[in-house]
């Protein structure tokens, strides 16, 4: 089970397979395929994902801005985390931490220096990697 994993790159996960026949009909070979086989059909069926810190940014944003801003976020595949709808728009998006910079610049320059946004914590998210 292991090898399998090892072979497959993955790293930072567990598998458990449960036996419920103590015999030895399949053999050791059999055995092997056996496992290796319930392994890759749990990777199949879980997914992959990949570890990422991300940077959290606030964006306060006036309803005149909104559709620009979101559709941009859509454009750069930034999904918004959180919103919250008041005088102004605020939003928090998560970024990928070594883009936080290009974004927040991107956004300043789309909006005029109408919407800032406002860096906050790293967060480790898991991303689902594309097979």
Do not use: W
């Not at 979101?70 to 959180?82: K, M, N």
């Not at 974004?103 to 998210?125: C, E, Y």
Request: aromatic letters at 4%; glycine letters at 8%.
């Amino acid at each position: 089970m292991l090898h399998t994993l090892q072979e497959m790159g993955l790293h930072d996960v567990v598998a458990v397979t449960t036996r419920y026949f103590g015999g030895i009909k399949l053999g050791a070979g059999g055995l092997i395929r056996a496992y290796a086989g319930s392994i890759t059909a749990a990777v199949q069926q879980a997914g992959i994902s990949q570890r990422r810190m991300m940077r959290q940014l606030t964006l306060s944003v006036p309803y005149a801005l909104l559709d620009r801003v979101t559709h941009f976020l859509a454009e750069q595949s930034l999904a918004i985390s959180a919103s919250d709808y008041q005088v102004v728009v605020t939003l928090k998006v998560n970024v990928p931490a070594g883009e936080a910079a290009a974004v927040s610049r991107s956004i300043l320059d789309l909006t005029a220096g109408k919407v800032t946004p406002q860096s906050g914590h790293l967060i480790p998210s898991l991303i689902p990697v594309t097979q």
